[in-house]
């Protein structure tokens, strides 16, 4: 599986991304198997077997709202989506293949459902499910049979049946994507780039009046009897996460509203109205001043085409406020942005810690230089033997003959004011 970096623009598709182990409790064995050799005379006995358990956890009764990255529909918008396959977005690239059916077919599936189709009951897992299926998932891993969760029952069999994809089709419904995240809209939320998506089996088709949709991401754990039920009730399926959104004729896509702008709203108002912003462009807003008193500030739209140049400077006017705040509050969602800032960051400090040290360490030679060489000799000539004074002539020495290229060990930040330093004699006082 290829893992490089991304393009800007691109996207890698990939049919599936299955973890080395997959939910649930697994038991390790491990012993020393202890054998005799010519050495080691009579043979020792075995030490016991030891016996632990893991539990891999994941995901099983409900989906955190952290684990949807998006959804297609949004939820709760009102548009023409029949053209194009309700879907979820994942975070977690493996979370689809984190528990799986015996043969290998991933645990989750959307469906799109109309209001009379189905609908959502609440209640504790055992009285949803019902005991059969209850008693599959326990076996699967111990879990409460009291907790509280969401099903989907459809009104009958038959119904149920037009609404759940095959077995087959579930694995082609689902896929993980590998895109750059810089060049998206998710910059500030993901950090490797890797999605998974679960795609609907079913268009969410308009009719002359606006139709109300369920999307539901289901569980299949256990639930062979999805496909293998042919009487009776119809199976109730666990939800994990839902939305609900409106297909109507027309709207709910950028493009639709990118061309059926209000320009009134921008001001130009309806015949009749009083314009909402002034002869220069602003909007009066109400606001406070910092001693807890009312007042009236303006705000320029960056949409209108007309406004004074340069804007107005003061507490009356929050344009450039406002401006300043956005685009900070741009900059700290924008994941590599903030990263550039680091790295610019380290580089100016490093730069300015080296160029302190030279700054340092040509202060030292410019001291030593300045004392002249007959006080440089006499300060450094050893007295009685001091070595203190021997090691102060072989650093002044080594600093000179090497002053284009010294480091941070071979000049002190005292400069040459430790060569004459000299040892205390043996009794003296400090």
Not at 268 to 276: K, R
Request: charged content about 20%; proline content about 8%.
């Amino acid at each position: 599986m290829p893992e490089g970096p991304i393009a800007a623009g691109s996207i890698r598709l990939h049919d599936k991304v299955t973890p080395s182990l997959t939910a649930g409790i697994y038991r390790f064995r491990s012993g020393l198997d202890v054998r005799r050799t010519a050495q080691s005379g009579t043979p020792q006995p075995a030490p016991p077997e030891h016996v632990t358990h893991v539990q891999v956890g994941g995901p099983r009764l409900t989906l955190d709202a952290t684990e949807v990255t998006a959804q297609h529909p949004p939820r709760d918008a009102i548009g023409a989506f029949g053209d194009r396959l309700p879907h979820v977005v994942l975070g977690r690239r493996t979370l689809p293949w984190e528990r799986r059916l015996p043969d290998g077919t991933p645990w989750l599936a959307l469906l799109v459902v109309r209001t009379e189709e189905a609908s959502l009951v609440t209640g504790p897992l055992r009285n949803v499910v019902g005991d059969t299926v209850y008693n599959k998932l326990n076996g699967i891993e111990p879990v409460d049979g009291n907790r509280t969760v969401v099903g989907l029952r459809a009104k009958d069999l038959t119904t149920f049946r037009a609404l759940l994809p095959s077995r087959t089709d579930v694995g082609l419904l689902t896929h993980v994507r590998q895109v750059n995240v810089a060049d998206t809209a998710l910059a500030g939320r993901d950090d490797d780039g890797w999605f998974a998506v679960v795609t609907a089996n079913r268009l969410p088709l308009g009719r002359a009046t606006p139709v109300r949709y369920t999307a539901c991401l289901v569980s299949l754990e256990a639930r062979d009897d999805a496909w293998s039920t042919t009487t009776g009730a119809p199976p109730t399926l666990l939800v994990l996460a839902s939305w609900l959104f409106t297909t109507s004729t027309a709207g709910g896509t950028f493009e639709h509203l990118a061309a059926h702008l209000d320009l009134g709203g921008f001001g130009t108002p309806p015949a009749g109205q009083p314009h909402l912003v002034d002869g220069a462009g602003a909007l009066g807003l109400a606001g406070t001043r910092r001693d807890g008193t009312p007042t009236t500030m303006g705000y320029r739209s960056p949409l209108l085409g007309a406004a004074p140049d340069p804007l107005p400077d003061g507490p009356a006017d929050v344009t450039a406020d406002a401006a300043f705040e956005l685009g900070r509050l741009l900059a700290a969602a924008d994941g590599r942005f903030i990263r550039e800032v680091v790295a610019w960051h380290r580089a100016t400090d490093e730069a300015a810690r080296v160029g302190g040290a030279a700054g340092a360490r040509a202060g030292s030679v410019g001291s030593y230089a300045a004392t002249g060489p007959t006080l440089r000799r006499a300060a450094a000539a050893p007295v009685d033997g001091d070595p203190l004074a021997v090691l102060g002539e072989a650093f002044a020495q080594r600093l000179l003959s090497r002053t284009g290229r010294a480091d941070l060990w071979q000049a002190h930040p005292g400069g040459s004011g430790v060569v004459p330093r000299q040892l205390r004699r043996e009794g003296e006082e400090s």
